[in-house]
């Protein structure tokens, strides 16, 4: 699907107007390296509903262990960073069909589910699964994550953008009820071992605002 700039048009307006986190926007146009710098005239290209795939359904109860093995099985796979990228279509051996994914897309693929979903929960972020939308499901009693007051291996752990970005993860291992290891894709990740994908200490999850989320499957 493609939409042409018009006069007046903020990427963040043609966001919202069609239900597209900015995030995803920005990956599908890769030549806009400033969100800030567009033109009248100019072509993107949007995500086009009707080919999005139907999510893979676990059913409840989950079981944790099978949700860390499937993380634990794309460990250090030919992932890269990129934000917006993967989880689209969760029945697939990889998380991304192009090699790119972020943190989003690698969870819900771990999760069985399409980042974009028709969850009655994530209508009200246009059906797109994202590390804020997954917040406010975890702090919502009507979501598909059960909030926890600690950690649990298989549950997500995740804190939301502020002023930045927010990222997710899957919980690897626990200890006396204290986060020891985590799977999750990041550039840092790619950075520091060249693929984004990597069960690591939770350091960069240390934070006031972090949450986590037990899966309760989707009926």
Request: glycine share 12%; hydrophobic share 40%; aromatic share 10%.
């Amino acid at each position: 699907m493609q939409y042409t700039i018009k006069k007046g048009d903020t990427l963040g307006r043609i966001a919202e107007r069609y239900h597209v986190p900015l995030s995803v926007l920005l990956a599908m146009n890769p030549v806009i390296t400033n969100p800030d710098h567009i033109f009248v005239g100019q072509v993107l290209i949007l995500p086009n509903m009707q080919d999005l795939p139907e999510e893979a359904v676990f059913t409840d109860p989950v079981n944790a262990g099978e949700l860390v093995f499937r993380a634990q099985s794309v460990i250090g796979s030919a992932i890269r960073y990129k934000l917006g990228g993967g989880g689209m279509y969760p029945t697939d051996a990889l998380p991304s069909r192009d090699g790119y994914c972020d943190c989003s897309g690698f969870v819900c693929w771990v999760l069985g589910l399409s980042r974009k979903t028709e969850l009655p929960f994530y209508r009200k972020f246009g059906g797109w699964i994202y590390t804020d939308a997954m917040v406010s499901d975890v702090e919502s009693p009507s979501g598909i994550f059960e909030k926890i007051s600690t950690p649990e291996p298989g549950c997500i752990v995740v804190y939301g953008a502020g002023r930045a970005i927010g990222h997710v993860g899957i919980v690897s291992e626990v200890k006396a009820g204290v986060m020891k290891k985590v799977i999750h894709c990041s550039s840092g990740n790619s950075r520091n071992f060249g693929t984004a994908i990597q069960e690591t200490s939770p350091a960069v999850f240390n934070r006031a605002d972090t949450v986590w989320g037990r899966f309760s499957g989707v009926l």
